[in-house]
């Protein structure tokens, strides 16, 4: 018998949870109030298809330590120092250092930063001959040779090829009896070059040194 008002009582205060509900939501009607959702599309953390920005700052989400550009078009990157990080150091990354004032981006063959715009230079004192033809690599090769003349002199000529079959002179020099020449030219990548002398001269090869700048 004592159970049965129990059961009652759990109805009454079911139906006067409702009836509250319903007139909050009545309340929200009849007064025009409104609920404001705010979010993010496309969602600022994520993979995109494509992303288009009028301005853009690379490295900073706080407006106070970089303010936005005024003009479209512009990105500006926080200046870091060299990034060490392993997902850092990776083939066609970009950075700006602020030491130094540059942008410089990841060379992976040769794993090392470098600054956009420069080069790495390498010297080398390679065995070579005269009136030989040499193909350049994949840098851009600067050439300098000195050559000694006997008696009646000679003529030095520093030659480049495209193709190893059309040659073209781009530097030449004279030397007098017993004298010798130094000559410096410059080689195009994967270009064909030589020293030639003429014909007639007693010619040594003194020196032959090349730059290769990548």
């Not at 509250?20 to 953390?45: C, D, H, R, V, W």
């Not at 970009?94 to 130094?100: A, H, I, Q, R």
């Not at 420069?118 to 090769?141: E, T």
Request: proline content about 4%; glycine content about 12%.
């Amino acid at each position: 018998m004592w159970k049965r008002p129990v059961f009652g009582s759990l109805v009454l205060v079911g139906v006067m949870g409702l009836a509250i509900g319903f007139y909050t939501l009545s309340g929200f009607a009849q007064g025009g109030e409104t609920i404001t959702i705010t979010t993010y599309y496309p969602a600022p953390y994520g993979v995109y298809n494509e992303l288009r920005a009028n301005k853009m700052v690379i490295g900073e989400s706080d407006s106070g330590a970089i303010p936005s550009p005024d003009t479209e078009g512009v990105m500006i990157f926080k200046g870091i120092s060299e990034p060490t990080g392993s997902n850092d150091q990776q083939d066609g990354a970009l950075y700006y250092d602020d030491s130094e004032h540059k942008f410089k981006y990841y060379d992976g063959s040769a794993s090392k930063w470098k600054e956009m715009g420069g080069f790495d230079v390498s010297f080398s004192q390679p065995v070579r001959s005269l009136n030989s033809s040499y193909q350049n690599g994949d840098a851009v090769r600067i050439v300098t040779v000195s050559v000694g003349f006997g008696a009646g002199g000679g003529y030095t000529y520093c030659e480049i090829s495209v193709d190893g079959t059309t040659w073209q002179t781009a530097v030449w020099s004279s030397a007098l009896n017993n004298a010798w020449t130094t000559s410096t030219f410059i080689i195009p990548k994967e270009w064909y070059y030589r020293v030639r002398t003429n014909i007639s001269a007693v010619a040594t090869l003194r020196s032959w040194s090349e730059w290769d700048l990548r």
